[in-house]
């Protein structure tokens, strides 16, 4: 079976990690905006930054283990 490289699990790592921050930041703006507030507190960047980030299709493209499994049974 197929085993990922380690540059490409750190590389994945990476790409999760700066899009929980994306995320985090559009909704730290989004809540700003909503409020009209020019900070936030503490508790509230601890509880958006502890939120786990959605599933996306490229999450289930990147646990493909196999090119096999890529291909329908017929």
Same mark, same amino acid.
């Given at each position: 079976m197929y085993r990922r490289s380690? $540059? =490409?699990?750190v590389l994945?790592? =990476?790409?999760?990690?700066? !899009?929980a921050e994306a995320d985090f930041d559009v909704d730290l $703006? !989004?809540?700003?905006a909503r409020?009209? !507030?020019t900070s936030v507190t503490e508790k509230d960047r601890k509880e958006m930054r502890t939120a786990e980030p959605p599933n996306?299709?490229?999450?289930a493209i990147a646990r493909v283990e196999s090119h096999t499994d890529?291909?329908?049974e017929t």
């Open positions: 380690k $540059f =490409i699990e994945l790592e =990476i790409r999760k990690e700066m !899009s $703006f !989004s809540e700003m409020t009209g !507030s996306t299709a490229d999450d890529l291909v329908p």
